[in-house]
């Protein structure tokens, strides 16, 4: 007489596994008919969309991490965008350099800010190389990735690094717009302790410190998330590309949350408070304020077009990225994921205004400061015309006009800015 089995919930489990995958092959009876008509048919006779369009790969093999919206806006916006930003930056880099502005702590802010900028809108360079790539796919097969496609594999091969870097550039340039408020803020409400406060070496110190906190802040991204490679089980020269997070739910979603906490609502709340504190100070010292000093033009030419720059920056923080922290809100409700909005199209828009932010500075910059568009005008080659007297025709200026240093134009009695 046979042993009984010492494990008798052993032959269940193995009755049910083959029940299982007698209840697929009956789910499936299409999928397993092309794939026998594809075997039938020899690979030099048809081409790979026509076997994808076979074996419909297109449902097993989507990989794409851009939605609709947003590959259109890589492809039609984000070159012009990324032009935008580099001749923006680079001009601001080059300006913040010069005589006139480099001794200012605040401008030394700005500075960091825009090389941020700069690298943040590089970064993204991966997803306009992957949308153009998408935009050129037959429609019989949109999502697949074939093993010898250079352009998808270095999109798949960066995506990760992407992610981290322009996340991590992007906490350091909103964090740096705090600073600079912060520092307007001190300047207006406590002037006098605020000409010996922010130091060079403070100034360091500070962008030291946010470079820390936004690249620690999504380390998480670059240490726990990676592209899973594997091969179609119908084609062998489909690659199927997967980022996945190897970290634990509690760990993602605890990112979530600090992530948005620290890069969209806390800042938006702290530039909230600096302005109101701004607005009243300065009704509460009336004329004696430096905002109300700078925009009467009493002030320094050097520190009324500093003031500007850092109103400036405050601005465009304000309409951009606004709605990247409406979008954060709505996320953290579930009913509007649920309900029949359009909340890709709302992400994809929320991106691309924090990449208009990063792009447009320059052109804000000289559309609130004249001095810095005089200055703008002076670095590519071009000199300011005036016309001293009322109906005189304009005079050229002076031979070899030059600015004086910040030192020689400026009172004892003003402000370091």
């Given at each position: 007489?046979p042993?009984a089995?010492?494990?008798p919930?052993?032959?269940?489990r193995?009755?049910?596994?083959?029940?299982?995958?007698?209840?697929?092959?009956?789910?499936?009876?299409?999928?397993?008919?092309?794939?026998?008509?594809?075997?039938?048919?020899?690979?030099?006779?048809?081409?790979?969309?026509?076997?994808?369009?076979?074996?419909?790969?297109?449902?097993?093999?989507?990989?794409?991490?851009?939605?609709?919206?947003?590959?259109?806006?890589?492809?039609?916006?984000?070159?012009?965008?990324?032009?935008l930003?580099?001749?923006?930056?680079?001009?601001?880099?080059?300006?913040?350099?010069?005589?006139?502005?480099?001794s200012?702590?605040?401008?030394?802010?700005?500075?960091?800010?825009?090389?941020?900028?700069?690298?943040?809108?590089?970064?993204?360079?991966?997803?306009?190389?992957?949308?153009?790539?998408?935009?050129?796919?037959?429609?019989?097969?949109?999502?697949?990735?074939?093993?010898?496609?250079?352009?998808?594999?270095?999109?798949?091969?960066?995506?990760?690094?992407?992610?981290?870097?322009?996340?991590?550039?992007?906490?350091?340039?909103?964090?740096?717009?705090?600073?600079v408020t912060?520092?307007?803020?001190?300047?207006?409400?406590?002037?006098?302790?605020?000409?010996?406060?922010?130091?060079?070496?403070?100034?360091?110190?500070?962008?030291?410190?946010?470079?820390f906190?936004?690249?620690?802040?999504?380390?998480?991204?670059?240490?726990?998330?990676?592209?899973?490679?594997?091969?179609?089980?119908?084609?062998p020269?489909?690659?199927?590309?997967?980022?996945?997070s190897?970290?634990?739910?509690?760990?993602?979603?605890?990112?979530?949350?600090?992530?948005?906490?620290?890069?969209?609502?806390?800042p938006?709340?702290?530039?909230?408070?600096?302005?109101?504190c701004?607005?009243?100070?300065?009704?509460?010292?009336?004329?004696?304020?430096?905002?109300?000093?700078?925009?009467?033009?009493?002030?320094?030419?050097?520190?009324?077009?500093?003031?500007?720059?850092?109103?400036?920056?405050?601005?465009?923080?304000?309409?951009?990225?606004?709605?990247?922290?409406?979008?954060?809100?709505?996320?953290?409700?579930?009913?509007?994921?649920?309900?029949?909005?359009?909340?890709?199209?709302?992400i994809?828009?929320?991106?691309?205004?924090?990449i208009?932010?990063?792009?447009?500075?320059?052109?804000?910059?000289?559309?609130f400061?004249?001095?810095?568009?005089?200055?703008?005008?002076?670095?590519?080659?071009?000199?300011?015309?005036?016309?001293?007297?009322p109906?005189?025709?304009?005079?050229?200026?002076?031979?070899?006009?030059?600015?004086?240093?910040p030192?020689?134009?400026?009172a004892?009695?003003?402000v370091q800015?």
């Amino acid at each position: 007489m046979p042993e009984a089995d010492p494990k008798p919930e052993r032959h269940s489990r193995i009755i049910e596994g083959h029940k299982r995958r007698s209840d697929c092959r009956e789910a499936w009876p299409d999928r397993r008919t092309l794939r026998r008509e594809s075997e039938n048919l020899s690979k030099s006779e048809m081409s790979h969309e026509e076997r994808c369009a076979l074996l419909n790969v297109s449902l097993c093999c989507q990989t794409s991490l851009q939605g609709a919206e947003e590959k259109f806006l890589y492809i039609w916006l984000y070159p012009l965008l990324l032009l935008l930003s580099v001749s923006g930056n680079t001009m601001n880099i080059f300006l913040y350099h010069h005589p006139f502005l480099r001794s200012s702590s605040t401008v030394k802010l700005l500075l960091f800010r825009s090389k941020a900028n700069l690298l943040f809108s590089i970064s993204l360079l991966p997803n306009f190389v992957y949308a153009i790539h998408g935009f050129r796919r037959s429609p019989q097969a949109p999502y697949t990735v074939l093993a010898s496609d250079s352009s998808e594999l270095f999109y798949w091969r960066t995506v990760k690094w992407m992610v981290f870097l322009s996340n991590a550039l992007n906490t350091a340039s909103v964090w740096l717009t705090v600073c600079v408020t912060a520092h307007l803020l001190a300047l207006v409400a406590w002037p006098l302790r605020a000409k010996g406060w922010l130091t060079m070496v403070r100034v360091h110190g500070i962008i030291l410190g946010v470079g820390f906190f936004s690249f620690g802040l999504h380390a998480l991204l670059a240490s726990h998330r990676d592209v899973s490679v594997s091969t179609c089980p119908y084609d062998p020269e489909i690659v199927i590309h997967h980022y996945l997070s190897f970290a634990r739910p509690v760990f993602d979603q605890g990112y979530y949350y600090l992530s948005a906490w620290f890069v969209n609502v806390m800042p938006l709340l702290a530039l909230l408070l600096c302005c109101f504190c701004i607005a009243r100070s300065s009704f509460r010292h009336g004329k004696s304020s430096i905002l109300v000093a700078t925009l009467a033009k009493k002030a320094n030419v050097r520190h009324r077009c500093v003031l500007h720059l850092a109103t400036a920056t405050t601005f465009c923080h304000f309409v951009f990225e606004f709605p990247s922290s409406a979008v954060q809100l709505l996320a953290a409700v579930s009913s509007a994921i649920d309900s029949s909005w359009r909340f890709q199209t709302l992400i994809a828009v929320a991106n691309f205004l924090t990449i208009v932010n990063a792009s447009a500075s320059f052109l804000v910059y000289t559309l609130f400061s004249k001095k810095y568009r005089q200055l703008a005008f002076s670095l590519c080659g071009f000199r300011a015309v005036y016309s001293p007297v009322p109906g005189q025709s304009p005079a050229p200026p002076k031979a070899s006009p030059k600015l004086l240093e910040p030192q020689e134009c400026s009172a004892t009695h003003d402000v370091q800015l």
